[in-house]
T-cell receptor, first 115, second 111 residues
Framework: DTGVSQDPRHKITKRGQNVTFRCDPI?????LYWYRQTLGQGPEFLTY????????KSRLLSDRFSAERPKGSFSTLEIQRTEQGDSAMYLC?????????????FGPGTRLTVL | DQQVKQNSPSLSVQEGRISILNCDYT??????FLWYKKYPAEGPTFLIS?????DKNEDGRFTVFLNKSAKHLSLHIVPSQPGDSAVYFC??????????FGAGTTVTVRA
């Protein structure tokens, strides 16, 4: 049973560049979530998918951010024109609805540093 | 607006003793509460949860207590072990998709 995986684990980029992160959920999980965690804070909800449909987006998700989950499997999170304030850990989680609707299983995260 | 608060950023406890972690929330619509544990370089891992219709849930060495009138929950770890040294996050939900997290409490278990 493989858990949630994320790639890359670390990304360093220059301000203004675009970056894309990938998340592979637990295989049978139909829900996928993205969170962002900054230093000294807990994870903050960004968006989630039920299968391939993106059902909710936080106001934290500016129009520079876009997430997709084609075919309801892996997901990508793209940040365009990165800013230094985007530096954070980006966490992906998945869950199986409705059997364990509140228990989300997290991946190791992608740490983004914007110089 | 921080709806889930963990006011103690750190806790140090001797091995074998009880660890008590506290969490307060402001949103009365929260109906499910969870604790996650996080080691460095790993994502948070689910530890234990409790529904708002209960006031206690126990799983091995871990017990979560919920006081709805005080909007307060706590996690008890008995006995504490060196492997329990980690960051613990309290989380809450009022729907079935979004978790609101506290800032975390770093627990250090001393030998």
């Amino acid at each position: 049973d493989t858990g949630v995986s994320q790639d890359p684990r670390h990304k360093i980029t220059k301000r203004g560049q675009n970056v894309t992160f990938r998340c592979d959920p637990i295989s049978e999980h139909n829900r996928l979530y993205w969170y962002r965690q900054t230093l000294g804070q807990g994870p903050e909800f960004l968006t989630y998918f039920q299968n391939e449909a993106q059902l909710e987006k936080s106001r934290l998700l500016s129009d520079r951010f876009s997430a997709e989950r084609p075919k309801g499997s892996f997901s990508t999170l793209e940040i365009q024109r990165t800013e230094q304030g985007d530096s954070a850990m980006y966490l992906c989680a998945s869950s199986l609805d409705p059997a364990a609707r509140y228990t989300q299983y997290f991946g190791p995260g992608t740490r983004l540093t914007v110089l | 607006d921080q709806q889930v608060k963990q006011n103690s950023p750190s806790l140090s406890v001797q091995e074998g003793r009880i660890s008590i972690l506290n969490c307060d929330y402001t949103n009365s619509m929260f109906d499910y509460f969870l604790w996650y544990k996080k080691y460095p370089a790993e994502g948070p891992t689910f530890l234990i949860s409790i529904s708002s219709i209960k006031d206690k849930n126990e799983d091995g060495r871990f017990t979560v207590f919920l006081n709805k009138s005080a909007k307060h929950l706590s996690l008890h770890i008995v006995p504490s072990q060196p492997g329990d040294s980690a960051v613990y996050f309290c989380a809450a939900s009022q729907d079935d998709y979004k978790l609101s997290f506290g800032a975390g409490t770093t627990v250090t278990v001393r030998a």
